[in-house]
Nanobody
Framework: QVQLVESGGGLVQAGEALRLSCAASVSIINIRAMGWYRQAPGKQRELVATFTGLGNIVYADSVKGRFTISGDIAKNTVYLQMNNLKAEDTAVYYC????????????WGQGTPVTVSA
């Protein structure tokens, strides 16, 4: 069973920064995708940033230029550096891992809350 453990969330003021971490219990070398999603109160979960299996990176338009996703294969960890945070970034942030096998298998972390005060 794959486990994803997120950390780094918290309460910050607008304009400040946070760095989220997601540590996987398995190697992240041969996976289909891994990245970050978020869910604000009353809204659907949405993509924030993700590595794809082809080595590409996809960002939501709302975070481009402010957020950066990175990874450390040796530590099986993916990070999300969030700069110039805005009140609308307030949400629970979830790490997601898409496995190669079995096909379509997706794992989620427990989520870490981020609150940005205006």
């Amino acid at each position: 069973q794959v486990q994803l453990v997120e950390s780094g969330g918290g309460l910050v003021q607008a304009g400040e920064a946070l760095r989220l971490s997601c540590a996987a219990s398995v190697s992240i070398i041969n996976i289909r995708a891994m990245g970050w999603y978020r869910q604000a109160p009353g809204k659907q979960r949405e993509l924030v940033a993700t590595f794809t299996g082809l080595g590409n990176i996809v960002y939501a338009d709302s975070v481009k230029g402010r957020f950066t996703i990175s990874g450390d294969i040796a530590k099986n960890t993916v990070y999300l550096q969030m700069n110039n945070l805005k009140a609308e970034d307030t949400a629970v942030y979830y790490c997601r891992l898409d496995a190669n096998w079995p096909p379509g298998r997706v794992y989620w972390g427990q989520g870490t809350p981020v609150t940005v005060s205006a």
